[in-house]
């Protein structure tokens, strides 16, 4: 049975879609399809949408990985593969909780957060400072806290405790943070290099690397 058959239309003949990124889970948009858009969509893989100040259909560049239908069955919920890593589906907060305010901010991805504290940090003087403190000491102090966190996290999961488990990582999270801040290499470019395997066989991808290492 094809997603048409399956799929209430509303007596406009669009049905609401919520858009979100496959990966992060971050809403990007609503849309609304149509019979041809989401005929397209099935057939082609790629989300296609019915724009409603141009009156047609529209295809986009997300492909659609998975599709899910409401329980009224009038409404889908489609998670897609971002072609826009930077793009910010609703980027102006027009209200917000004050508890949820001060606990992080909406859009804000808490490794993104952190890697900018580094950043701010990485310049003030070493001795009110940890982080200024890891980059006044070098890279070899760096790579040494990365080690020793590994080895503690590994520790900790050999150890069975859940809630060690979850320190550690923390730990070993933020100094590998203080490395990518080393290199100026936001977060975002660790996400992109997972995007790029998301789908693709471990071992796939293993030997592609050594097919690349063998071509050099």
Known sequence: MSLVDQIQFAEDGLV?????DVTSGEVLML????????SRTESSGLLHRYSRSKGEVVETTERVKEARLSCSGDCLLLSVEVQDPGRDGFPSVLWQD????????????????VYR???????????????ASLFAKGLD????????????????????????VVYETADLFFHVL?????????PERIYAELRRRFGVSGLTEKASRRQTGDAK
Do not use: C, F, M
């Open 141 to 164: 102090k760096i790579l040494g806290k990365i080690g020793e966190e590994a080895t503690e996290t590994a520790v900790a999961g050999k150890g069975g405790d859940p809630d060690a």
């Open 98 to 113: 004050e508890q949820a305010a001060q606990a992080s901010p909406v859009t804000d991805d808490i490794l993104e957060a």
């Open 178 to 186: 203080v490395l990518l801040g080393y290199y100026d290499l936001p």
């Open 31 to 38: 849309s609304h399809l149509n019979v041809e858009a989401l």
């Open 117 to 131: 504290i580094v950043l701010e940090r990485r310049s003030q003087p070493a001795e009110q400072s940890y982080v």
């Open 16 to 20: 609401p879609a919520v858009v979100r």
